[in-house]
């Protein structure tokens, strides 16, 4: 029997007061270490922090327990992979080159248990929300990127930091409409031959079949602690309670 694949989005560690987020991370950590043993892969679907920024030689501070799991994952032989988000898309090559993690930094697609199953962080896809689809081409820049690894970290990391978190207070209170755009994008990838459509961003869990495929929002870390399961061709969303699903 294979084992279980596992797959989590928008945990945003770092969003908080320090003790929230040790509570958080603990949480994160106990279904981490819990599935380790069963684990047959691990996607990360953007946004395990809420800010992430490296320099050449500087890393943010903070989390190192998160690190150290995931790195035994891909000790254990676990792959682990990560779809960059919009609070984590500055990611260098620190969890490629320390961690073993296979980093993807657009959507894409790949086949488990023979099921097509195609990944997007979520970002971009609302409709009502033109202004982040303007701005995501500026941040994603290489020249810009470039240019902000010119100011301290000192400065670069709390300045970024204070502008995701602002970021993240907006988004969650704006009205993005009933479906967000994704239900629509994630029906056109099921009508193109995907049998799952994964995505993140929203933080609300959702599970609605669409003609011969699935759409599966993964939620978040902070109110639901969701994630999925898929074995033998099957996908699942279940939620986190401290000591199993």
Known sequence: MQKPVYFISDVHLGL????????????????????????RELYILGDLFDFWFEYRTVIPK???????????????????HYLTGNHDFWMGDFFSTELGVSIHREPFDTFIDGKRVFFHHGDGLAQKDAGYRMIKPVLRNRVNIWLYRWLHPDIGVPLARGSSRSS???????????????????????????????????HQ????????????????????????????GTMK?????????
């Open 16 to 39: 908080g007061a320090e003790e929230e987020e040790k509570r958080k991370e603990t949480r994160l950590l106990s279904f981490l270490q819990s599935v380790i043993s069963s684990a």
């Open 62 to 80: 903070g989390f190192h327990r998160t690190l150290a799991t995931i790195q035994q994952y891909t000790d254990h032989g676990i792959p682990v």
């Open 168 to 202: 993240r207070k907006y988004t969650g209170q704006k009205d993005y409409g009933e479906t967000d755009g994704m239900i629509e994008f994630a029906a056109r990838k099921i009508g193109e031959g995907a049998d799952f459509v994964v995505m993140g961003h929203r």
């Open 205 to 232: 869990p959702c599970y609605k079949p669409i003609g011969s495929g699935v759409y599966v929002n993964l939620g978040d870390w902070i109110t639901t602690s969701s994630y999925a399961v898929m074995n033998e």
């Open 237 to 245: 969303l279940e939620q986190w309670s401290g000591n199993g699903a």
